[in-house]
């Protein structure tokens, strides 16, 4: 089993590494003439003002919540897709149901606005 | 007892978990500390794959490093307190805090004792296609059906709830 997740493990060096070399590499050949004008964050050509430390709307709260609930559904739906073409019509019913129970909740939402970016 | 990639592995992910903890109580700005809740949550699901549950790893790297990383992220974001200073590293519910940690602790090294450490190394090995056997006894009346609907009702309420909540506001 773990075999198999050398591969995953692959991926994680290398992705790392993605991030990691750029830098790194920038950081070795770069000229080092510091400036505060350099050190501003990049805007576009506008100048920064204010703080990065803002307060986030609580809409982003509400969808990173939808996220996680439909996250959950799909974890627990996954053991049972994988074996759907070896379901009873009972199980495959209980499926649907579990589905339809959150199909609802996501059209209240929807109704209730709680999608919309206001 | 001969150090296999396994063992180097278990190390890692247990540094990991054990110092993103310490470093989740200790830091001063909140903010970081979510950082490293994420860093504990990504060892332990590491943690999961040497265990040999691959579908516990990943669902703790979706549900929790993914979903629950950016929802604790996004509530401190929302609470403007917290952005301003960094807050103390106590507040005065650190005994009630200590206490449970302390009765876990207690909790597991009982249970570990009562099974016995050979036990827990020996133990029976995994057997194959575990996420199948988990779909079947996910849908199986005689297994966990009830708690599968009950988990989708849940689910319906926290939405709701979510919903509810928001628009109150």
Redesign the interface.
Known sequence: MLAQFTFVGLLFLVAALLGILPPALAWLLRPKKPHPRKSEPYECGFYPHGEAWVQYKAQYYIFALAFLIFDVEAVFLFPWALIYNWLPLYAVIEGVLFLLLLLGALLYAWRKGALEWA | MTLT??HVLFFLFALMVLGGAIAVVTVRNL?HAALWLMLVFFGMAGLY??L?A??FA??QL??YM???G??II??I????AF??QPMPRANEQWWLAALLAAVLLGVIVFLTLRVGLGEVVNARP?PEHT??I???T????EGY?LA??V???L??M???G??TI??E?
């Open positions: 990639l396994s903010f794959v040497l040999e691959p579908f990943a669902a979706f549900i993914g979903a629950i950016i929802l996004f509530a974001m929302l609470t403007r952005m301003r995994v996420i199948q988990l779909g079947v996910l849908v199986d009346p059906a599968f609907e988990a989708s009702v689910l319906v926290a939405l709701i979510a919903v928001v628009r506001r």
